[in-house]
């Protein structure tokens, strides 16, 4: 059985959804956990720390070992604090679940300054303010996860949901270089982008009887997404770099993909129109490759033209 017993994890938006039942999971694996949440709604706005605190009695009533965290992640001192609280209770951080988030649909064209802020400030500065502390933790300690949650809103697109959409796609940018960046130093880095019936669906559907009515609604329970995010966060995940979607207990590899393309004639200098004329070898997506950093897709290219790197 995957266990963490001896680590050390922090879930932040822990005390609600998907995040509780995370932190719920790592805990009943052995994990001490740091329960973070501010306690506030779904749209960002106020604060209750009995959130945290009720996620962290019911873990200690089951035999196991939590802290509460109140502090916002929209700050780099509450990241710090955050991290800080894992080290100084339990002495070590081996995984980071970057879960806290708001939810808000507004059409693009009503977007407010104050709207995108707002979303970016929680999903991706917050994915920042947490992460780097404790990625100075875990290259310290030679080990460390991180667990990003982002979305198929980032990925795909998701209409009324430009903020929300460019926050979570961001993340998984942010993932990507810890991933590279973290290698030598055993830290690994991977995304998930889940489905689930949580406060996230149903504080932003107004009518009870339209969820009912929606059958997907009943096959997308929170609990189908755990799995894959505990495993990303265990000592038995070797993968690093990669995103993966948690939907209906379908789990699948979403990734971004590089199509071979057209080459212009080597020291031709190619036109619009000559874009317009191989448009279709320009779109085409077979054959493609998933190059593992810009480096990559750089030097494939050089190689194809015979130019030395």
């Not at 339990?90 to 059409?107: C, E, K, M, Q, T």
């Not at 004329?277 to 593992?292: D, K, M, N, Q």
Request: net charge negative; hydrophobic share 45%.
């Amino acid at each position: 059985m995957i266990d963490f017993t001896d680590q050390v994890a922090v879930v932040t938006g822990a005390g609600r959804g998907l995040g509780r039942l995370y932190a719920l999971e790592l805990a009943r694996r052995g994990a001490s956990v740091v329960v973070n949440d501010l306690g506030g709604t779904m749209h960002g706005e106020g604060a209750d720390t009995a959130v945290a605190d009720e996620v962290v009695a019911e873990i200690e009533h089951a035999g196991g070992t939590a802290v509460a965290s109140h502090d916002s992640v929209a700050n780099p001192e509450g990241g710090e604090a955050i991290v800080g609280l894992a080290v100084e209770r339990f002495g070590r951080l081996d995984a980071v679940i970057s879960n806290a988030g708001i939810f808000s649909s507004v059409a693009f064209d009503e977007l407010s300054v104050d709207d995108w802020r707002k979303m970016l400030a929680v999903h991706l500065d917050g994915g920042f303010y947490l992460s780097q502390p404790a990625y100075r933790v875990m290259k310290r300690q030679k080990y460390g996860r991180f667990v990003f949650i982002s979305s198929s809103a980032g990925m795909f697109g998701q209409p009324m949901e430009a903020h929300y959409a460019a926050a979570k796609a961001g993340l998984v940018g942010l993932s990507n270089v810890i991933a590279i960046e973290g290698a030598e130093h055993g830290i690994l880095s991977n995304t998930v982008l889940p489905f689930g019936f949580s406060r996230m669906v149903t504080e932003t559907v107004g009518d009870p009887k339209v969820l009912e009515g929606i059958g997907f609604l009943n096959v997308i329970k929170p609990e189908l997404v755990v799995p894959i995010v505990a495993f990303l966060a265990s000592r038995d995940c070797q993968l690093t770099h990669q995103n993966y979607s948690a939907c209906a207990g379908r789990f699948a590899r979403v990734f971004v993909g590089l199509g071979e393309g057209w080459f212009a004639e080597r020291d031709s200098e190619p036109t619009t129109d000559d874009i317009a004329a191989h448009l279709s070898e320009v779109s085409a997506t077979e054959p493609f490759t998933v190059p593992g950093s810009i480096f990559e897709e750089v030097f494939a290219i050089a190689a194809q033209l015979g130019v030395t790197t």
